[in-house]
């Protein structure tokens, strides 16, 4: 059974930091790309950013410069390291983990992350 676990949301003010854990367990974490998505209230869930198994990243243009997303394989977590966080960016934070050629993708409860003064 495939288990994911967020953590490290929080209420922070605008130009602060937070970092959220991701840790999974009931796959070979290595063989899965890794992605953070956010669900704003009246919005549709979006992507944040993705790592694949061999490490490349990706981001959405309005978080590019200020978000990092790692993995660690040996420790089956993946990362988001948020900086200069923003009012907007306030959302619950989603972990997913998936294989597009197995036709998987798994989902974590997700964490509250709130920008605000």
């Known amino acids: 059974q495939v288990q994911l676990v967020e953590s490290g949301g929080g209420l922070v003010q605008p130009g602060g930091s937070l970092r959220l854990s991701c840790g999974s367990s009931g796959t070979i974490f290595r063989l899965y790309t890794m992605g953070w998505y956010r669900q704003a209230p009246g919005k549709s869930r979006e992507l944040v950013a993705t790592?694949?198994?061999?490490?490349?990243?990706h981001y959405s243009d309005s978080v590019k410069g200020r978000f990092t997303i790692s993995r660690d394989n040996t420790k089956n977590t993946v990362y988001l390291q948020m900086n200069s966080l923003k009012p907007e960016d306030t959302a619950v934070y989603y972990c997913?983990?998936?294989?597009?050629?197995?036709?998987?993708?798994?989902w974590g409860q997700g964490t509250q992350v709130t920008v605000s003064s």
């Open positions: 790592i694949t198994s061999g490490g490349s990243s």
């Open positions: 997913n983990q998936g294989r597009v050629d197995l036709g998987v993708a798994y």
